[in-house]
């Protein structure tokens, strides 16, 4: 059974950076695409990135895009979401979520998640 567990977050200023990690374990890691969600108080859940390896694809929400950049690590099972230029509106629990035949924004395409991790940006 595949398991995602993310860290990183926590509380930092407006225009601060973090890095998210999310470390995967139980199937075979190159066969996924990882993505980046992300859920905001009151909000429905929304797609920040994904990265597929069998391709080299990788893809952004538009409010994201040259902010936010998702890696993968191979060796180490881990993706990352390195985040700069922070904004409130980032504010919400991301989650990590994992599909073999998943691409793109919708979350209904991805078969595993994590358990979630906190960020917050204040002004």
């Known amino acids: 059974q595949v398991q995602l567990v993310e860290s990183g977050g926590g509380l930092v200023q407006t225009g601060g950076s973090l890095r998210l990690s999310c470390k995967f374990s139980?199937?075979?890691?190159?066969?996924?695409?990882l993505a980046w969600f992300r859920q905001a108080p009151g909000k429905s859940r929304e797609f920040v990135a994904a990265?597929?390896?069998?391709?080299?694809?990788?893809d952004y929400q538009d409010s994201v895009e040259g902010r936010f950049t998702i890696s993968r690590d191979n060796a180490w099972e881990t993706i990352y979401l390195q985040m700069r230029s922070l904004k409130p509106e980032d504010t919400a629990v991301y989650y990590c979520?994992?599909?073999?035949?998943?691409?793109?924004?919708?979350?209904?395409?991805?078969?595993?998640w994590g358990q979630g991790t906190q960020v917050t940006v204040f002004s």
């Open positions: 979520a994992a599909g073999t035949m998943a691409w793109g924004p919708s979350p209904t395409q991805y078969d595993f």
């Open positions: 139980g199937g075979t890691f190159t066969r996924y695409t």
């Open positions: 990265t597929r390896w069998t391709d080299g694809r990788t």
